[in-house]
């Protein structure tokens, strides 16, 4: 089975930061990867699919990269909004896998 | 604009069966797949299952294969998780989520959740 590995745990940044969070996948998985931000009792939401498409209406500070097994997520200057967890995800059709989350908190 | 509203969950024992709902609205829900994904408190994002657009294909998670049913009613927009023979680890909120267009695609749409808790 596929596993997705992400790196770091936590984040510690301050407003204005660019931050990457990296996700490993155990074998290839080409680019049908997603990323999602997820706020404190509240659903995820979707930022970036097929690793590099930003979803419709997400703010272009956030961008993500790669293929095969290893990817990021970069936010490129913080906002106080983006304090949050954030999950990869890699799909098919068929199973869903995800990795275990980056919390980002405010240094 | 596309809603999806989750309902069912509740205190069930171990051994228990509870049958969670999600009402959709906002799109054509015949032509989605659509999945639950629980979250454990404190935890993360678990997909348990997904359900084609005409409900002829299933799948499961390994966790859960043999004890939940995943199905949907096209006629009333409501798709539907029956679990059985819950145990403590079953214990989450359940989300309801549509896949973005497309064959192969993520979740672009979520409900709120429905929280289950499995305890005596």
């Known amino acids: 089975d596929i596993q997705m590995t992400q790196s770091p745990s936590t984040l510690s940044a301050s407003v204005g930061d660019r931050v990457t969070i990296t996700c490993r996948a155990s074998?290839?998985?080409?680019?049908?990867l997603a990323w999602y931000q997820q706020k404190l009792g509240k659903a995820p939401k979707l930022l970036i699919y097929?690793?590099?498409s930003l979803e419709s209406g997400v703010p272009s500070r956030f961008s993500g990269s790669g293929s095969g097994t290893e990817f990021t997520l970069t936010i490129s200057s913080l906002q106080p909004d983006d304090f949050a967890t954030y999950y990869c995800?890699?799909?098919?059709?068929?199973?869903?896998?995800f990795g275990q989350g980056t919390r980002l908190e405010i240094k | 604009e596309v809603h999806l509203v989750e309902s069912g969950g509740g205190l069930v024992q171990p051994g228990g069966s509870l049958r969670l709902s999600c009402a959709a609205s906002?799109?054509?829900?015949?032509?989605?797949?659509m999945s639950w994904v629980r979250q454990a408190p404190g935890k993360g994002l678990e997909w348990v299952s997904s359900?084609?657009?005409?409900?002829?294909?299933?799948y499961y998670a390994d966790s859960v294969k043999g004890r939940f049913t995943i199905s949907r009613d096209n006629s009333k927009t409501t798709l539907y998780l029956q679990v059985y023979s819950l145990r403590a680890e079953d214990t989450a909120v359940y989300y309801c989520?549509?896949?973005?267009?497309?064959?192969?695609?993520?979740?672009?749409?979520w409900g709120q959740g429905t929280l289950v808790t499995v305890s005596s």
């Open positions: 989520a549509k896949r973005l267009v497309g064959t192969t695609t993520p979740f672009d749409y």
């Open positions: 906002g799109f054509i829900f015949s032509s989605y797949t």
């Open positions: 359900i084609s657009g005409s409900g002829g294909s299933t």
């Open positions: 074998q290839g998985i080409s680019d049908w």
């Open positions: 097929k690793a590099s």
């Open positions: 995800q890699q799909y098919n059709s068929y199973s869903y896998i």
